[in-house]
């Protein structure tokens, strides 16, 4: 099946630290999603992206669409504690829903 | 305020034994999903489904049967536990086509250890 790979694996940052994690995959999607889950937690979404060189931000967080439409980025400005968490990365095939491919996630880590 | 709501949290299970998962959302989603996490991988596709009465493989369905009876239900099943099967299980739902279009909805997870 379709694969994604995320990058770094896992990361330990300081406080007030920028970060930078991405993913990027051989197929074609339609819609890149970004997720985080906390330990003990489901999945939640933080962005969403449906267009190619699209630009999105939620807070703190900016991501893009790769103009490829195989590769999504997500960036975090100013790391605070309770960014700590895995980040998945996921793609969507198709505009009717069943075919999600999620990456392995990043773990980050931030010391105070 | 529940969203997706998954039962058991956590169940230990001996080798052979069955269980059901139950998933339940209250968001009138129309696909709903089951997936299994395992350290160091993605999110796995064990089943789907896009409507109630209808169900799908996904990328590892072996060992595990689901049902969705009811719209907002959708249930898995092991008939007979494995090791392997040891996991943490996360249901999701979707509205295709709609605002939220593409985004999954997740349940807290449910652990299951099988001895």
């Known amino acids: 099946g379709q694969q994604l790979n995320q990058s770094p694996q896992s990361m330990f940052i300081q406080e007030g630290e920028d970060v930078s994690m991405n993913c990027t995959s051989s197929?074609?999607?339609?819609?890149w999603l970004w997720y985080k889950q906390d330990p003990g937690e489901g999945p939640v979404l933080l962005i969403a992206?449906?267009?190619?060189?699209e630009l999105t931000s939620n807070g703190r967080l900016t991501a893009q669409f790769g103009i490829t439409r195989k590769d999504s980025f997500l960036n975090i400005s100013a790391s605070i504690p309770s960014d700590v968490g895995i980040y998945f990365c996921?793609?969507?095939?198709?505009?009717?829903?069943?075919?999600?491919?999620f990456g392995p996630g990043t773990r980050l880590s931030v010391l105070p | 305020n529940a969203g997706v709501t998954q039962t058991p949290k956590f169940r230990v299970l001996k080798t052979g034994q069955s269980m059901t998962l139950l998933c339940a959302q209250d968001?009138?989603?129309?696909?709903m999903y089951w997936y299994r996490q395992d350290p160091g991988m993605g999110l796995r596709l064990i089943h789907y489904?896009?409507?109630?009465?209808?169900?799908a493989k996904g990328e590892v369905p072996d060992g595990y049967n689901v049902s969705r009876l009811k719209k907002q239900n959708f249930l898995l099943g092991l008939e007979s536990a494995a090791p392997s099967q040891t996991s943490v299980y996360f249901c999701?739902?979707?509205?295709?086509?709609?605002?939220?279009?593409?985004?999954?909805?997740f349940g807290e997870g449910s652990r299951l250890t099988v001895l």
């Open positions: 968001m009138n989603h129309e696909y």
């Open positions: 996921a793609g969507q095939l198709d505009n009717y829903g069943q075919n999600f491919v």
């Open positions: 197929s074609i999607f339609n819609t």
């Open positions: 489904s896009v409507g109630e009465g209808t169900t």
């Open positions: 992206l449906y267009k190619a060189g």
């Open positions: 999701a739902s979707l509205n295709p086509g709609g605002a939220t279009s593409g985004e999954l909805f």
